[in-house]
């Protein structure tokens, strides 16, 4: 009797997970649009959220690039933009003029939109967004004829930082 049960019970387990596996095969062959692709498809991307101050132009170009890249963009003027960059993790050497969220994704400053949506896709573990510091010239949003180098980094809440996208000669 124990050894019919057995079989029994082993039985039904070998069904279990072949049908698990093959459902997990399935789904992994199904095609699922990215983010990235369904931005660049027109359709309704990301949607982000850009705290910035209420006189600044150059904000409002990154937001008007953002959004020629199929972001759903929310602004939000605040004259405290510090208390957004604090309560967000931001480390002091990585602000910028403006703060976005996307969910609990942190992005500071001029960040090219292909580079939101590439760390949306593959975000780096335990990282709390992505920054380009300062006030570069010629990143988005700063186009003025003068393209300087720069760096996007990927920053997390223990201040270690990583260069998650490079711009030179562009």
């Not at 910035?52 to 020629?68: D, F, I, R, T």
Request: glycine share 8%; charged share 15%.
């Amino acid at each position: 009797m124990k050894t019919q049960k057995l079989a029994l019970y082993t039985g039904v387990a070998a069904i279990v997970i072949a049908a698990g596996a093959t459902t997990l095969a399935i789904q992994a062959n199904e095609p699922t649009p990215s983010t990235a692709s369904v931005a660049r498809d027109g359709k309704a991307g990301p949607t982000i959220t850009i705290y910035k101050s209420p006189s600044c132009g150059c904000c409002q170009s990154w937001v008007e690039h953002l959004e020629a890249n199929g972001f759903e963009t929310k602004t939000i003027d605040t004259s405290n933009i510090n208390e957004v960059k604090q309560s967000n993790g931001v480390p002091r050497e990585m602000a910028s003029c403006h703060t976005a969220l996307i969910g609990d994704v942190v992005i500071e400053g001029h960040v090219p939109a292909a580079d939101i949506l590439a760390y949306l896709e593959n975000p780096q573990f335990n990282t709390v967004g992505l920054s380009v510091p300062g006030m570069v010239q010629g990143s988005p949003g700063m186009e003025t004829g003068r393209k300087d180098d720069y760096q996007v980094i990927a920053f997390r809440a223990n201040g270690q930082q990583s260069v998650f996208r490079e711009y030179t000669a562009y």
